[in-house]
């Protein structure tokens, strides 16, 4: 039975359920989520930059955490509430914008360490190769989640007020009915999840991209997953040996 017929079914009164009400919370207006989530991959991303190798980072070293602290310390100031669908404009650019810093910075990394990995680097333990690859690729997750998560139907903002109707990342939540609460809509984590299943088996697992634009994030998270984790593994074993 679908929405309309629900309305033609549903008793007269005041009390009655919108057309809106009917729709699953992912496609109605919702007060949106929460920032923690956000937050705490954000500090985990930036901690594991600034105990990366100063031969890996863009200097000086403090520089980018210094700067996507900053914008952190922005998001704040400039929507202090705490559910992001109560933001702005503004808040969409600072978003981006600390996006593009976690990205810059994990990017020049990686970079580095497939210089490295490629003509050699003598000193290196096995074990400090693999500790610094695997941070790069943590780090790698975190910032293409957040690349996800903003752009997805125009955003976190965007989602929470029911602009966009057409998903670019199809969650099985949002395929079956039954499978998921009512208010169930996708949040920061779900990003979070897809990242880290596209990065690990190099393909879609349960969410499925629709968009041009997603497919296009997701392989090339994908490609550079492979690249790194190939190139560590080998190297390390080639150390260890």
Do not use: C
Request: overall charge negative.
């Amino acid at each position: 039975m679908n929405a309309q017929e629900n309305l033609d079914n549903a008793p007269n009164g005041d009390d009655d359920p919108t057309e809106e009400d009917l729709l699953p919370a992912w496609l109605r207006r919702t007060e949106g989520e929460q920032r923690w989530s956000v937050t705490a991959a954000l500090l985990v991303a930036i901690t594991i930059q600034w105990f990366l190798p100063e031969r890996l980072s863009i200097h000086p070293r403090w520089l980018m955490p210094v700067l996507e602290l900053l914008l952190m310390g922005a998001l704040l100031l400039v929507n202090p509430h705490r559910h992001i669908a109560r933001s702005g404009n503004r808040v969409r650019v600072l978003g981006l914008l600390l996006a593009a810093a976690v990205s810059l910075a994990n990017g020049w990394s990686a970079v580095l360490l497939v210089r490295d990995l490629i003509h050699g680097s003598q000193g290196i333990s096995p074990v400090q190769l693999l500790m610094t690859g695997g941070g790069i690729w943590i780090t790698n997750i975190i910032a293409f989640s957040l690349w996800y998560w903003e752009w997805d139907r125009g955003g976190p903002v965007k989602r929470a007020m029911g602009i966009h109707k057409h998903p670019d990342f199809l969650f099985p939540q949002m395929q079956q009915e039954g499978i998921a609460r009512p208010d169930w809509e996708p949040f920061y984590f779900d990003y979070l999840y897809v990242a880290f299943t596209n990065a690990t088996s190099f393909s879609p697992t349960d969410t499925m991209p629709l968009s041009r634009w997603a497919k296009m994030l997701m392989l090339s998270q994908s490609t550079i997953s492979l690249l790194t984790l190939a190139l560590v593994i080998a190297r390390a074993v080639g150390v260890l040996q």
